[in-house]
């Protein structure tokens, strides 16, 4: 496990016995803090003969520098300081975090000549250090020494900014989103075995303690409300579903905002099973509902000013003697029904109750559902974005925006009635696949099915919320993707 960071903000910091990270524009005089920590000008002469010249996200380090009182100076280079971007300063932050290493004090000077270094960019750059420190290791139980080494300490980090009061503050907001990541890649790295429905909900009613109205629906009151097609995929699994309704109400009186994540724990895909090779990765079928809980872990924490819904349907599917069979027909709560072509198309009919129940009980201003709905999308669209079906264009370029801003990237798919008739049924309303041309799609036009009116979004992240390649800002299998993304949404367009 990655040392934890003790991060603070100050107008000045001693360097005695400290690693000092220096920031350098390519554009700049010189480093950051380079008359405090590198009284000698060791800089300039390691720089050349290195032919350091500081471009993006470049690293010299310096080993005990002679004349300095730091025990290692490292600058991070920049590149022209006008083209930095919000995720800029947060890779910054986090490819300090990956030099950082065992030290237990470390100064991070981000003034500099030529950089005028805001206090939101100064909290993104300790944003990405919280988010690179991130690991998962909860199960290892034999750690080699350096590893118990890192376990154990604490690195005391403080960023030397001039407004650092104002940093400060920022960085309240930053931790709550550092705090939110990681809990949705905490959900997705667990083993199924440890994290089924029930105990995937009872993880959602913890945010009570953040202000977060939580209502846990067991399987005898969604049979009320007649959630034939959620209840069709978990009735082949011993372990009961749960339906989870998040509700921060940051603006009472608003209209809500609303998010739906599917929470498929494990996924063996049912009696159309799938192959041996790569299931235990299904253990992260439920990448869309971490996603909403950690939003509203974020959204909480930070006392945002609106009014949000969160809503998580959480099954397991399995093959088992009570499991539904291809050909089954099930009624969802809408009151369509559905023949069940292929038990591993089971998201979408989570995901089909789960959104009318949404739209029926709160009328929200708009519905956004996440979920790792098909290997179709990866095929598409690789593991960079993820795809983005919506009825709505306006919140399109919401999305897209916020996308932009955050780097975690959306990339819009088509919509249409020709894709629509591609899960018409001969013998219910629908069917729920379409066979593998268009799967991504097809999938999309189902959900459409079951939200009326209200604007509406699908982000298909089958690609991006696991087993994405890493950054940056993320080592982990589980990258908590979409909750960047959905904060960003939410902060630029939607609080009062």
Not at 113 to 128: E, M, N, R, S, T
Not at 150 to 158: E, H, L, N, W
Request: charged share 25%; aromatic share 6%.
């Amino acid at each position: 496990m990655s040392a934890k960071f003790e991060i603070s903000f100050a107008k000045s910091a001693r360097i005695e016995g400290a690693t000092a990270v220096l920031l350098k524009a390519s554009d700049g005089e010189a480093p950051a803090g380079a008359a405090v920590a590198d009284p000698a000008g060791v800089f300039a002469k390691a720089a050349k003969v290195a032919r350091f010249t500081a471009k993006p996200m470049s690293v010299l380090d310096i080993v005990a520098p002679q004349g300095a009182d730091a025990d290692r100076i490292f600058v991070l280079g920049l590149g022209k300081a006008a083209d930095m971007t919000a995720h800029d300063w947060l890779r910054a932050g986090g490819i300090a975090a990956s030099k950082i290493g065992k030290s237990e004090s470390v100064v991070v000077f981000l003034d500099a000549p030529g950089l005028d270094v805001q206090p939101a960019q100064a909290a993104d750059f300790a944003l990405g250090l919280l988010l690179r420190a991130y690991s998962f290791d909860t199960y290892k139980t034999k750690k080699g020494e350096d590893d118990d080494k890192a376990k154990a300490s604490t690195v005391k980090v403080t960023i030397v900014t001039a407004d650092s009061s104002t940093a400060q503050k920022a960085f309240a907001v930053a931790r709550a989103v550092a705090d939110g990541v990681n809990l949705a890649r905490d959900l997705v790295n667990e083993p199924a075995n440890i994290l089924g429905p029930e105990e995937f909900a009872a993880k959602a009613k913890e945010l009570e303690k953040l202000g977060v109205d939580v209502e846990i629906l067991t399987e005898k009151e969604m049979r009320k409300l007649g959630m034939g097609a959620l209840l069709g995929v978990a009735q082949g699994s011993v372990r009961p579903p749960r339906l989870v309704v998040m509700h921060w109400k940051g603006a009472k009186k608003e209209q809500p905002v609303a998010f739906v994540g599917k929470g498929v724990v494990f996924d063996t895909g049912g009696i159309s099973i799938k192959p041996a090779a790569g299931m235990e990765e299904m253990k992260g079928d439920m990448g869309g509902a971490a996603a909403v809980t950690g939003l509203m872990h974020v959204l909480a924490a930070r006392k945002a000013k609106v009014n949000a819904i969160g809503i998580i349907g959480l099954v397991e599917n399995m093959p088992d003697g009570n499991a539904q069979r291809p050909g089954d027909i099930v009624t969802s709560m809408s009151g369509q029904t559905i023949e069940v072509i292929n038990t591993d198309a089971e998201g979408r009919l989570v995901l089909c109750d789960a959104l009318w129940y949404c739209n029926e009980h709160f009328k929200p201003k708009f519905m956004i559902n996440l979920a790792t709905l098909t290997g179709a999308i990866i095929v598409a669209l690789g593991n960079t974005h993820a795809g983005l079906f919506t009825n709505s264009d306006s919140l399109a370029a919401e999305l897209t925006e916020a996308g932009l801003a955050t780097d975690e990237k959306l990339w819009r798919m088509p919509l249409g009635k020709e894709y629509d008739k591609m899960i018409d049924s001969k013998f219910a309303d629908m069917k729920n696949t379409g066979g593998r041309h268009a799967g991504a799609i097809t999938a999309a036009q189902f959900l459409k099915r079951f939200v009326g009116e209200t604007p509406w979004a699908h982000l298909d992240v089958a690609g991006t919320a696991m087993s994405s390649p890493s950054n940056e800002i993320n080592q982990s299998w589980g990258s908590g993707f979409g909750v960047r993304l959905l904060d960003q949404l939410v902060r630029a367009r939607y609080e009062v």
